[in-house]
């Protein structure tokens, strides 16, 4: 290609890491989930007043607590400390960093947003899933690989075009940051 000027320049060709093992992002997901549960048992205790036999919170107040500090720190790990860090905390201890699919750089506020959410709505399909395809299994009828005849209700990889790369991945380039700010 020829720029203004005259000269001949290649086109930019942004480098795309490869996704992550999936141990990594595994491990990465436990960790999330654990702390997350942790901090909302520990806000259930700290507020539940009334307790069972065996010690654990009772009453709607302490589930309510833990429910609502589960899934806003679910929210502040995956979408604003991985829109200002890169990485949820699971991440950063198994070296994981979040990249957009498509070019390599941040993804935004927004795209890490519907991401988390996409990943919270899909959850609770899970034993849907598993009782479809036990269905399946059952009768003898076989998905069509459509997107609403998924048998085991798997995401897809770059769910809302982000992709969890290892962070020794991400070499700086000279002529472009290749993890610049978002957009």
């Known amino acids: 290609m020829i720029d203004p000027r005259g000269n001949q320049y290649a086109p930019y060709r942004p480098h795309i890491p490869r996704r992550a093992g999936e141990l990594r992002r595994y491990a990465a ?18 507020l539940g007043k009334d307790t069972g036999p ?18 806003g720190f679910s929210f502040v790990n995956q979408t604003l400390l991985t829109w200002a860090c890169g990485a949820s905390v699971g991440k950063l201890l198994a070296r994981i960093r979040v990249v957009r699919a498509t070019d390599g750089t941040r993804p935004g506020p927004f ?21 479809r395809s036990w269905i399946n299994v059952l009768t003898g009828g076989s998905p069509r690989g459509t997107v609403r005849d998924n048998e085991d209700g798997e995401l897809y990889e770059d769910i809302c075009g982000v992709r969890q790369v290892r962070s020794r991945d991400l070499r700086p380039d000279t002529r472009y940051a290749r993890y610049a700010p978002s957009r």
């Open 29 to 46: 997901v436990t960790v999330d989930l654990v702390l997350a549960v942790t901090l909302g048992l520990l806000v259930a205790v700290a």
């Open 54 to 71: 065996d010690g654990t919170p009772t009453g709607g107040r302490a589930t309510g607590a833990a429910l609502g500090t589960l899934v």
């Open 111 to 131: 795209r890490l947003a519907w991401r988390w959410l996409s990943g919270l709505c899909w959850l609770p399909l899970q034993p849907y899933y598993w009782l």
